[in-house]
């Protein structure tokens, strides 16, 4: 059955340090996505891949969030330095271009004290 | 600007009480509306896709339809598995990016 998975699930961190989130995309899909969701802004893009070249990354705040996909199985959100505001859920998502559906993680659960 | 408006924000039905829930969306080239589910503590599940007025997808309980300003997602005699929160999402021309509606927290009381 395949999925993608999201390490950690849950994280819970001072303001100030980095957070470094990782998420393994289904074999074969070639867009991968990072989502963020509060229950007031909803689901927002952060950031997407295709074939592991960033395409959009206008959703990021840019002086402290990073994303990256070092090889095609594996694409990492960093936050340094973190705040609290950065509290969140953060979905990662993997697609094929043809096909647009997307197929989302279980979310890494971010809280920034 | 491109915007995806849901409504109700939160609907309670009894068991087998059908319903819809709205989605209506103003965008620049729709390529395609997508509708997913989300349970508690879980990621976003596909559901559809739609594409084009006039399309109508059905899985189950579920029919989404489309019209060339809002889709619908009708749900017939429900169950209460079926409580979720139901997000839609549009595709607009020259882009991948999904943007997403702020959902409909569905409850079904047994």
């Known amino acids: 059955d395949a999925r993608v998975t999201q390490t950690p699930r849950h994280k819970v961190t001072e303001m100030g340090q980095e957070v470094t989130m990782r998420c393994q995309p289904i074999l074969g899909h070639n867009t991968v996505f990072w989502y963020r969701q509060t229950m007031m802004q909803g689901l927002e893009l952060l950031a997407y891949f295709r074939n592991r070249a960033p395409l959009d990354d206008s959703g990021m705040p840019k002086d402290r969030f990073s994303a990256e996909m070092p090889d095609a199985t594996l694409a990492t959100l960093k936050i340094q330095p973190s705040e609290p505001r950065d509290s969140a859920v953060y979905f990662c998502?993997?697609?094929?271009?043809?096909?647009?559906?997307?197929?989302f993680g279980p979310g890494t659960r971010l809280t920034v004290l | 600007e491109d915007q995806v408006t849901q409504s109700p924000e939160a609907l309670r039905l009894q068991e087998g009480e059908s319903s819809s829930l709205n989605c209506s969306y103003t965008?620049?080239?729709?390529?395609?509306l997508f509708w997913y589910r989300q349970d508690p503590g879980k990621g976003p599940e596909f559901l559809f896709t739609?594409?084009?007025a006039g399309e109508e997808k059905e899985k189950e309980r579920l029919k989404a339809t489309l019209t060339k300003k809002e889709s619908f997602l009708h749900i017939t005699a429900p169950k209460p598995e079926d409580s979720a929160t139901y997000l839609c999402?549009?595709?607009?021309?020259?882009?991948?990016?999904?943007?997403f509606g702020q959902g409909t927290r569905l409850t079904i009381n047994p």
């Open positions: 998502a993997s697609g094929l271009v043809r096909v647009r559906e997307q197929f």
């Open positions: 739609l594409y084009s």
């Open positions: 965008v620049s080239g729709l390529r395609g």
């Open positions: 999402a549009v595709i607009i021309q020259g882009a991948q990016k999904l943007v």
